[in-house]
């Protein structure tokens, strides 16, 4: 079984080795640096990302503050050769996203879109011709995620991936919007990427 997140992973660092530090991305106002700082301290230094998950934890407890703004600083502080080589190493081995299958299951997402966040914030991108593999993996992640997505948006949502199949979800009868195109530009529509995602959106109103 094709590990697509450690594939996805090296070829996100050798891009980054390619446009350099400060290259815009697709993730709001950071560089690249700032991308690949995100990535080594998710991979490293889970701690520092408690405060991210728990906010109300992290408005109460110094310690946590103190611990995300001191990896931050200290791998920014980083050459840009060694902060992009920490990404292409991945997680240490005392975590878990290092072992195969979990890494898999936490991270095909992350690199996939982390790699497309980079790739389509430069001039000229075009989709890549990725494996049926990746697109069918992409695909499970798609269903998965479009019952919250359907719940935020208060529609009906529809999305079909020719070749791979047709899913849906939200209350029949409710306004409806149909997402169309390949797994992999359904799964950056889903992940908030609407501009760079090569969807086709159609919408109906409710009965």
């Not at 995100?38 to 946590?64: C, E, M, T, Y």
């Not at 190493?89 to 878990?96: F, H, I, K, L, R």
């Not at 995620?145 to 209350?171: C, D, Q």
Request: glycine share 8%.
């Amino acid at each position: 079984m094709t590990n697509f997140a450690r594939s996805e992973r090296r070829s996100l660092a050798a891009l980054l080795r390619t446009i350099g530090p400060d290259a815009p991305t697709l993730c709001e106002e950071w560089t690249t640096r700032d991308l690949a700082v995100h990535i080594v301290i998710r991979d490293r230094r889970p701690d520092a990302l408690v405060g991210n998950a728990f906010p109300a934890l992290a408005g109460k407890s110094q310690l946590l503050q103190e611990r995300a703004a001191g990896a931050e600083a200290e791998l920014t502080a980083l050459p840009w050769e060694q902060l992009v080589g920490r990404v292409a190493e991945g997680a240490p081995v005392w975590n878990p996203a290092s072992w195969g299958p979990v890494d898999r299951l936490m991270n095909t997402a992350e690199f996939l879109v982390h790699h497309e966040d980079v790739r389509r914030a430069q001039p000229g991108w075009e989709p890549r011709d990725l494996p049926w593999e990746l697109h069918s993996r992409c695909f499970a992640l798609v269903k998965a995620m479009i019952l919250p997505a359907s719940l935020k948006s208060g529609t009906h949502l529809v999305v079909e991936a020719p070749g791979f199949g047709t899913t849906s979800a939200g209350r029949t009868g409710a306004a409806s919007t149909t997402l169309r195109g390949t797994p992999v530009e359904l799964l950056l529509r889903l992940f908030g990427r609407d501009e760079h995602a090569r969807v086709e959106v159609s919408e109906s109103a409710a009965d």
